[in-house]
């Protein structure tokens, strides 16, 4: 079994940045994922890395503002939220597939508990 534990969400203002953090239980060489679920949509995936680091994809409406990252060494994945608009206002989610990155969530076996961001105009 593995934990995932995001932090870093709260208030911002539009334009500002945020970092999340998302810490595993213990090592685990996976494909880590970001979704967010904004009120009254469904879950939606926003960027994804390979379990070395060196391979990474987003969704479109993140693409140039975000950027995601990794320490193994420190069981962590990191998201960097830059420009944001009120439209990125949403619960975020850190999860882990052991087979490998992917933009479903149905590829992934572990998911943390979410951390609220929200992004006042």
Known sequence: QVQLVESGGGLVQAGGSLRLSCAASRRILYGM???????????EFVTAINWKGDNTYYA????????????????TVYLQMNSLKPEDTA??????????????ELEYEYWGQGTQVTVSS
Do not use: M
């Open 33 to 43: 994922g970001w979704f967010r679920q904004a009120p009254g949509k469904e879950r």
């Open 60 to 75: 479109d409406s993140v693409k140039g503002r975000f950027t995601i990252s990794r320490d193994n060494a420190k069981n």
């Open 91 to 104: 619960v975020y989610y850190c999860a882990a597939a052991s087979a490998g990155w992917a933009v479903s």
